[in-house]
T-cell receptor, first 113, second 113 residues
Framework: DVKVTQSSRYLVKRTGEKVFLECVQDMDHENMFWYRQDPGLGLRLIYFSYDVKMKEKGDIPEGYSVSREKKERFSLILESASTNQTSMYLC????????????FGSGTQLSVL | QKEVEQNSGPLSVPEGAIASLNCTYSDRVSQSFFWYRQYSGKSPELIMSIYSNGDKEDGRFTAQLNKASQYVSLLIRDSQPSDSATYLCAVMIKSGGYQKVTFGTGTKLQVIP
């Protein structure tokens, strides 16, 4: 069974902390994505990657960075967490075909206090 | 202008009726279009994908794409209470290895028994 695994389901951090959200996929997918989901705002794209060490800014990259050192792992980094980064974070991966669907992880609910 | 726009709803339909969900997108180079269903507290799951103009049917679901009007829709026939969920429209732009997937804010569907 295909899997996208996010390291934590719930996470509580303090403002100013450096936060790492990890995502691992076992499908040998080239593409990986980080979204955040907030009520009424849908899924907003933070960063995406289409190959190892390749990364592209999405629509809301401010305050975030990413790392993709290995094909199966895509990490989201909050350099200095702030309360407005409290959100549900969803990782997804996909293959390279034109009709490739996204496989989602189960999400990480991050609370920044 | 948002890249992908949807009416947030809620859209209420009686059981057995046809539910019609709509989505518009702004970027003409968009190539593939997806409808995801998301139940509360769960990750999105793919319902339909479409990349050619016209209709695509799968069981009770029909996706319709009109690239000239930059419009994609989802029809759900014989709506069931279990169809009550948020429906997310997604648009993919692909160029070489680069693959970006952007979501709308979602439409909440309520099917009334």
């Amino acid at each position: 069974d295909v899997k996208v695994t996010q390291s934590s389901r719930y996470l509580v951090k303090r403002t100013g902390e450096k936060v790492f959200l990890e995502c691992v996929q076992d499908m040998d997918h080239e593409n990986m994505f980080w979204y955040r989901q907030d009520p009424g705002l849908g899924l907003r794209l933070i960063y995406f990657s289409y190959d190892v060490k390749m990364k592209e800014k999405g629509d809301i990259p401010e305050g975030y960075s990413v790392s993709r050192e290995k094909k199966e792992r895509f990490s989201l980094i909050l350099e200095s967490a702030s309360t407005n980064q409290t959100s549900m974070y969803l990782c997804a991966s996909s293959g390279t075909g034109v009709n490739e669907k996204l496989f989602f992880g189960s999400g990480t609910q991050l609370s920044v206090l | 202008q948002k890249e992908v726009e949807q009416n947030s709803g809620p859209l209420s339909v009686p059981e057995g009726a046809i539910a019609s969900l709509n989505c518009t997108y702004s970027d003409r180079v968009s190539q593939s279009f997806f409808w995801y269903r998301q139940y509360s507290g769960k990750s999105p799951e793919l319902i339909m994908s479409i990349y050619s103009n016209g209709d695509k049917e799968d069981g009770r679901f029909t996706a319709q794409l009109n690239k000239a009007s930059q419009y994609v829709s989802l029809l759900i026939r014989d709506s069931q209470p279990s169809d009550s969920a948020t429906y997310l429209c997604a648009v993919m732009i692909k160029s070489g290895g680069y693959q970006k997937v952007t979501f709308g804010t979602g439409t909440k569907l309520q099917v009334i028994p």
